[in-house]
């Protein structure tokens, strides 16, 4: 049953601190979409990857969120320093361009900075 | 950038009736999804519309893209406990690539 696995679920960590979020896409698929969910702002496009290349990262704070994807089987989203507003879930989906424009998503990453 | 209103914000119904939500675009898009939120989950996709006029179900649910194809509704009947969650919509427009736009959500809240 293939499908998106984001680590870790929950992640703790006082401001200041680095924190570094993983998603592995589903094999074969070849987009990437990281994704901020709030109460206030709802589902947030953070960045967006085609063939492990970004297209698109004009959602996401510059000065200290990074996203990269080192190889096709993992991406990751990094906010350095960490600041009380980063609290939210971070949500990765990957899909299949020109297939059925289906985004299939993660669980999520629950982060809360003190 | 392109934006899809999704009403309502939040329904609050008894168990075994039906409910109804929509999403509406200043825009064409040529696909519309719409996606089920359990509470600690992601997103789960539940039907995908890719003609319009098309009308698909899936068991209890009946989601249509709307002619003009700026709007699409989800229609759930006879609604169960497990029908609670959070419900998106998401579109796809031209040259977007595979990035979808979503709607603001639907929490659907069902009393026993």
């Known amino acids: 049953d293939a499908r998106v696995t984001q680590t870790p679920r929950h992640k703790v960590t006082e401001m200041g601190q680095e924190v570094t979020m993983r998603c592995q896409p589903i094999l074969g698929h070849n987009t990437v979409f990281w994704y901020r969910q709030t109460m206030m702002q709802g589902l947030e496009l953070l960045a967006y990857?085609?063939?492990?290349?970004?297209?698109?990262d004009s959602g996401m704070p510059k000065d200290r969120f990074s996203a990269e994807m080192p190889d096709a089987t993992l991406a990751t989203l990094k906010i350095q320093p960490s600041e009380p507003r980063d609290s939210a879930v971070y949500f990765c989906?990957?899909?299949?361009?020109?297939?059925?424009?289906?985004?299939?998503f993660g669980a999520g990453t629950r982060l809360s900075v003190l | 950038g392109q934006q899809l209103n999704q009403s309502p914000q939040s329904m609050f119904i008894q168990e075994g009736e039906d409910v109804s939500m929509n999403c509406t675009s200043s825009s064409i898009f040529n696909t519309w999804l719409w996606y089920k939120q359990d509470p600690g989950e992601g997103p789960v996709l539940l039907i995908a519309l890719y003609k319009a006029g098309e009308l698909t179900s899936n068991g209890r649910l009946t989601a249509q893209f709307g002619i003009t194809r700026k709007d699409s509704f989800l229609n759930i009947s006879a609604s169960i406990p497990s029908d609670v969650g959070i419900y998106f919509c998401?579109?796809?427009?031209?040259?977007?690539?595979?990035?979808?736009?979503f709607g603001g959500g639907t929490r659907l809240m069902v009393k026993p």
């Open positions: 989906a990957s899909g299949l361009e020109l297939g059925k424009n289906i985004q299939y």
């Open positions: 998401a579109g796809l427009y031209n040259n977007a690539g595979n990035m979808l736009t």
């Open positions: 990857f085609r063939n492990r290349a970004p297209l698109d």
